[in-house]
């Protein structure tokens, strides 16, 4: 897997300077996303080997917006490079774009490498809980059908239950499970994963 490339810019640059707008066509739906790439800078994450978390979050939140060719569909990050981002500088930034929906991406590690499979949380503290669970059941539903093993999980993670806006986070796989290793750490994988969630997107409009 190629490292991505990035620039690294100011958190003062963060709730302005990575919005994605396309044109805007008054007889269509537009609708916002905010991709919320786990860790950055500092804060690697899981990992395994050479591979870690916020190198696969990151290149699967750029694939998702690079398969993305609806002009009425616009995105935001909260992370558009490898730099460091606390979680309230992220809820603040999502809470300042009041988007449709927020995708939070992460892996999942465990020691004895047994556990696989996706997992999306949501949380029941937020007050968008029944939206959430919606677009989860929704994304967990659309993953499974391509042959993933998924499940819908309750926690009370700073980034779910702070959002304004529905949020999902998607633990996309276990580091530490060889199987699930394999596709997360390959171009041709973190492609399917990518795939399934814009289409996903797609059928919000």
Do not use: C
């Amino acid at each position: 897997m190629k490292k991505p490339i990035r620039i690294l810019a100011t958190l003062g640059a963060i709730a302005v300077g990575f919005a994605f707008t396309m044109p805007f066509q008054a007889h269509k739906k537009q609708i916002t996303i905010v991709l919320d790439a786990a860790h950055g800078g500092k804060d690697f994450g899981s990992g395994h080997g050479s591979f870690y978390e916020k190198q696969i979050a990151a290149a699967v939140s750029d694939r998702i917006r690079g398969l993305s060719d609806d002009v009425e569909i616009v995105f935001h990050e909260t992370r558009p490079d490898d730099t460091f981002v606390s979680l309230e500088d992220r809820v603040n930034v999502i809470n300042e774009v009041k988007p449709d929906l927020v995708l939070s991406l992460h892996t999942n590690y465990e020691r004895n490498g047994e556990k696989s499979g996706m997992d999306f949380y949501i949380s029941d503290k937020s007050s968008t809980y029944e939206k959430s669970k919606q677009y989860a059941d929704g994304l967990s539903a659309a993953f499974a059908s391509k042959q993933f093993k998924t499940e819908v999980k309750t926690a009370p993670f700073w980034v779910l239950k702070k959002s304004e806006a529905p949020t999902v986070m998607i633990e996309m796989g276990y580091l530490s499970n060889e199987a699930d290793r394999s596709y997360l750490t390959t171009e041709a994988g973190q492609d399917a994963i990518a795939t399934t969630v814009a289409t996903f997107i797609k059928t919000l409009k």
